[in-house]
Structure formats: structure tokens, C-alpha cells
């Protein structure tokens, strides 16, 4: 057990203190996990960042939720995911309860976009660290580069998702020089049960149901079986999805989805608690609202783990360790990709933002400090810059 709190308690401050999106939970995981407590090594963080984006889902909460399978099996697993989730769960939950924006306050302001400076050097850093280790090679450099400018040209949905096929294509006749495999995975037990389950919710997604509870669970589980991309794209499924929520209403759940700390699908728990709370009292509030967040994160972590077995089975094949090494080195373009598109036109705002990230990064560089002074440090800065102002 004591391992199990070990999980759930580090997954927990990380579920309290990791804003800035999908991204930058990558970055944060990477810090903690493969560099600081070497939990996971760099080529199992790889692999599960690469499946994360390969299948539907929350993408930085699979490759926690892969983490704590491989630190604990199933329970380690549901430790992990339950750590990281919580504290926005809650959040949300007394949100809605409370009637609160975040947005109405300038200290609560100047204390995010503060976290969002720190959110972009943890990025940063984690696009450098996994740079020197799977971009060693003229091949596995270009794949990145080039990954990185076919995100930026392609034009539709489901670049990720094509970037990666293709990639694997490709890798089918390249000749790297690099052997790596991905035989070391930790086998998953009821893999295929899991995978069933998923695909038999799914499929009874399409049915209406009298309980207005099951209809909540079953609307946002077919909208997470369809997420690929991360948390950014539940939005439009959404839409698409709720019938019974404006779209003012879908819309101020996901500006606070992106206000608060943890994982962007927790906008689930907002608007099922909304409907929760138009049906009766506190009570319909979480329950409501907490079948909406299973429903939405079920699906991509039983997919998760269905994949994680299937791509250990399929990596002894001995063409495919090729595939691994430019498929790893893809994996660091498209976290270039998103720190460059997503993070730093939402971080560095002028100046002075550019100074702080740029004198923060050295000092991560250097100092190697832990998340937890790095997040009080940017917290006082945030501080200062309140008074100032």
C-alpha cells in the first residue's frame, strides 16, 4: 500500500500545481518522473507519449496513467489517474456549487499566467532533454525538423494522428544505425477485457436511456472515445455531443478547464455538474458531475492500456525497431511543435515575460531546482508583478 500512496501522493501534487495544458503536464511528468525519481526510463516515456497520441483520449493523462502501471499494475494505475485528477475534479465541482469565475479576480490572474511562464520553461526543457536522447543521429534530426514543419503545413484535424502514421511508414525503409525496441514494456493484464469494455460502452453510447445519469455518463463517454489531439479538442465534440447545455455555458467550462490546475477534460465535470445541479440539490451535483468525468476519461484509459500490450507484441518485430527510433524522434518534433504553436503565444505576452522565461530556463538548466520551488518561486514573482501593477 505504501507504494500506492507513494503513487497517488506525487501524482497529486502534480495534479495541484500542473497548469498550462496537456503540453505542459508532458513536460512536468518528464521532469519528475524520468529525470527526478527514474521511474520510467526515457524510452518508455517516448513510447508512451508516441500512444497517447496515436489513440483517442486525454493524452497526458494516459501517459500518467501508463506511468502508474508501470510503477504499481492496475491499482498503480488508478492511483496515478486519481492523484492527477482530483484536485481539478473538486475545483470544478465547487466552482459550479459557488457560481465562480476565476477570470473576475486580478491576483488570480497575474498567480496563472505566472504558472503559465513556468509551464512554458518546463516545456522547453523537456523538448531539449528528449532531444539529446532520441535526435543523436542526422536521420532522427531531420525526422524531427521535418516533423515539426508538417504540423505547421498541414491544414486539417488529426495531425498528431498522420504525422505518426506516416512517420512509421517511413521508418519501414529507413536505415537509422540505432537499435530500440520496445520488448522492456510492462505486460498489461486484462488488456483485451479492457479493450471490449471500451468498444461495448462505446457502442452503447448511441442508445437513449430514462436515467438522466446514464445519459450523462454515455454522451461524454462517446465524446472522450472520439478526442484525439488532446484536451483542446473536446471542445467542438462537445458541442456536438450536448444538446441539453448552451453553448455560453460550454464554453465558460472550458475557460475554466484552462484556469485551473490538471487535466483540460475535467471541462466534463463543470458541465456535469451544471446539469446535476439543474435536476436537484448537491447531491445530483457530484454525482452528475462525477459520471461526466468518468465517462469522458474511461475510454482513453482503457484504450491506453489495450494499445500499450498489443505495441509490445508488436515491436519484437524486427523491422519495427527502426520504426521505434524515428517514431521517438517524431514524438520530440511534435513537443516542439506544440511549445512553439501552443505554448509560447500563450505564455511570453511582451517583454519582461520573455526575461522571466529566458532567466528561468537558464536556471532549470543549471540548478536542476524541483517543481515544487520552481512553482513557489513563480508564485512570489506572480506576487510581485500584482503589487506593481
Known sequence: MSVFFEIFTRFFVLGCSSFGGPAAHLG???????????????????????????????????????????????????????????????????????????QTNAFIQYWLHGLTLLAGIVVADACYTMWKQFCKTKVTSVVAILSVVFLFVWPFGLGALALLFITAMVGCFLSTHEQKNAVELADVRFANIAGLIAVALFLLSFLTFSSIALDVFFDYYQAGSLVFGGGHVILPLLQNVLDQQSEEIILAGYALAQSVPGPMFTVATFLGGVTGANVGGIGSLVLIGGLATLGVFLPGLLLMMFAQHHWKQLSTIPKMNAVIVVLNAAVVGLLMYIFISVVLPHSVLGFIDGVIVLCGGVWLFWRRPSILILLLTFSIMAFVRYLIA
Open 28 to 102: 512536468y511528468f518528464h521532469r519528475e518522473f524520468v529525470e527526478h525519481r527514474k521511474w520510467v526510463s526515457k524510452d518508455h516515456y517516448a513510447q508512451f507519449v508516441m500512444l497517447s497520441q496515436v489513440i483517442p483520449g486525454p493524452g497526458s493523462s494516459q501517459v500518467g496513467f501508463a506511468i502508474g502501471y508501470h510503477r504499481g499494475g492496475w491499482l498503480g494505475a488508478v492511483s496515478a489517474f486519481l492523484g492527477f485528477t482530483l484536485p481539478s475534479v473538486v475545483l470544478m465541482l465547487v466552482l459550479v456549487w459557488a457560481n465562480v469565475s476565476l
